[in-house]
């Protein structure tokens, strides 16, 4: 088992920026290739960005892609989101996840058997 922490959220105007991170323990997080994924208030989950365990293979979602960036560090055990001009359409609940099956990530949300919590993201303006 692996547990996923999110943090990094906060409040932020729009044309700002964000850092999130996604730190992972119970197992080392190179088992895992992983994801992001959000939700919008009243929407439904979707994805935002994966990457491989080994980090050199990543893919975004078309909304974001430009200005979010997915990157891990295995040694430390996490893996983060640089996301640069926000938009409020960026608002939403952002979730973590390991997928302990391949060495890539996916979008499809059922290939990953672990979630962290959540943390929000508000962007206003």
């Known amino acids: 088992q692996v547990q996923l922490r999110e943090s990094g959220g906060g409040s932020v105007q729009a044309g700002g920026s964000l850092r999130l991170s996604c730190a992972a323990s119970?197992?080392?997080?190179?088992?895992?290739?992983m994801g992001w994924f959000r939700q919008p208030p009243g929407k439904e989950r979707e994805f935002v960005a994966h990457?491989?365990?080994?980090?050199?293979?990543?893919q975004y979602a078309d909304s974001v892609k430009g200005r979010f960036t997915i990157s891990r560090d295995n040694l430390k055990g996490t893996m983060f989101l640089q996301m640069n001009s926000l938009k409020s359409e960026d608002t939403a609940t952002y979730y973590c996840a390991a997928n302990e099956h391949s060495q890539y990530g996916s979008s499809w949300q059922g290939a990953y058997g672990y979630w962290g919590k959540g943390t929000q993201v508000t962007v206003s303006g």
């Open positions: 119970g197992r080392a997080l190179g088992a895992f290739a």
């Open positions: 990457i491989s365990v080994s980090g050199a293979n990543v």
